[in-house]
């Protein structure tokens, strides 16, 4: 029945637009960092949970150690788009998906096709000079044999990744803000609703069709007017 109904508002809707989060990706093999495994292998192994091993300061004091534990848990080259990614880039070229706001930064949306994606927390795969700006992509980073440095000016270079205690982009920020406001349908999957700011989109959508895909409950369940308790992939697969 719930497939249904979620076929109904996509067949029925021109204005779709999707916010994800990291459960997207987790069906790609891209552990969430934030989990209980993800917070007892960091405490384990680097003594200090994943906020603190990501966040501006533990870059900036710990830079060598924040290194070893970025491209150990960060970034995933293998990994491929899967179900819920093909779907969205499918309902993007028929026109009725108009954005995606995701908060992983594995770029899996893009390779999936997907051509308007505002990714909230960067992507592993730019990186920058914090000097002179120099772009090195994401190889350039593994390679280094612990932290990357410029070739152009020798500074140090920095995922464009935003780590915890640095705020969004100004310019994603509003435009997913804008599509989300404007938005005649608002899927949002694979995420609990509890990572701030980006929870906090949902409260820019003014229509009446929120539909939350996930596997748990969500503060938003209440709100929602169609809940699904399931596999995001599984889902969009079935109805698009």
């Known amino acids: 029945m719930a497939y249904e109904e979620l076929k109904k508002i996509i067949d029925e809707s021109e ?16 552990p969430d960092f934030r989990s209980e495994k993800g917070l007892y292998n960091a ?13 501006h300061t533990f870059f900036v004091k710990n830079t060598e150690l924040f290194f070893d534990y970025y491209k150990n848990n960060l970034i995933y080259k293998d990994a ?14 028929k026109g009725k998906l108009k954005a995606i706001v995701t908060q992983n930064i594995d770029n899996l949306h893009q390779l999936a096709g ?11 795969y730019r990186n920058y000079c914090v000097k002179c700006r120099q772009f090195y992509d994401v190889d350039f980073v593994l390679e280094a044999e612990k932290v990357p440095y410029c070739e152009k000016c020798g500074a140090l270079v920095k995922p464009d990744v935003v780590l915890y205690e640095e705020g969004l982009d100004d310019y994603v920020w509003s435009s997913a803000c804008k599509y ?36 748990s409950d969500t503060v938003y369940d209440k709100r929602a007017n ?3 308790h399931e596999s995001i992939g599984d889902v969009l697969s079935k109805v698009v």
């Open 15 to 30: 204005n779709i637009v999707f916010l994800g989060g990291a459960g997207v990706s987790t069906e790609s093999n891209i």
């Open 180 to 215: 989300i406001m404007n938005a005649d349908v608002l899927i949002v999957g694979g995420t609990s609703l509890v990572v701030y700011p980006a929870a906090g989109l949902i409260n820019y959508y003014k229509g009446n069709k929120l539909v939350l895909i996930n596997k």
């Open 226 to 228: 169609l809940v699904i």
């Open 43 to 55: 405490v384990n192994k680097y003594g200090y949970s994943p906020e603190h091993l990501l966040s």
């Open 80 to 93: 491929k788009p899967n179900k819920a990614h093909t779907a969205l880039a499918e309902l993007e070229k």
């Open 114 to 124: 997907s051509k308007n994606v505002f990714e909230l927390h960067g992507s592993v």
